[in-house]
């Protein structure tokens, strides 16, 4: 499964974004799909934003994106998307797709995309 993120760029503080994940390969396999993101600077871990299962009957977010973001998923396209509102400067980060796939011989492994940058300034 290859994974393609876009939508990503500079924007003011309480403006919105809408990132997408474009999923392409044997997408069939895609149990669960989740955005996580990194700040920039030294030590900085990636963090789970939000995840949603194949079936969309299971959404997650962090407490720091509950209310101001949505995770949705577009099944015909292959397309996730994170709808980002009220950006905060400290939602600036890298964003990345990620994807835990079925794989061969009912291995699970996960799939990520290259990232696309969010900058939220004031």
């Known amino acids: 499964v290859r994974l393609v993120e876009s939508g990503g760029g500079l924007v003011q503080t309480g403006g919105s974004l809408r990132l997408s994940c474009a999923a392409s390969?044997?997408?069939?396999?895609?149990?669960?799909m989740a955005w996580y993101r990194q700040a920039p600077g030294p030590g900085k871990q990636r963090e789970l934003v939000a995840s949603i299962t194949s079936g969309r009957s299971i959404i997650y977010y962090a407490d720091s994106v509950k209310s101001r973001f949505t995770i949705s998923r577009d099944g015909a396209n292959d397309t996730m998307y994170l709808q980002m509102s009220g950006l905060k400067r400290e939602d600036t980060a890298k964003y990345y797709c990620?994807?835990?796939?079925?794989?061969?011989?009912?291995?699970?492994?996960?799939?990520w995309g290259q990232g696309t940058l969010v900058t939220v300034s004031s």
């Open positions: 390969g044997s997408t069939f396999s895609i149990r669960t």
């Open positions: 990620n994807a835990v796939v079925d794989g061969v011989g009912g291995l699970r492994y996960d799939s």
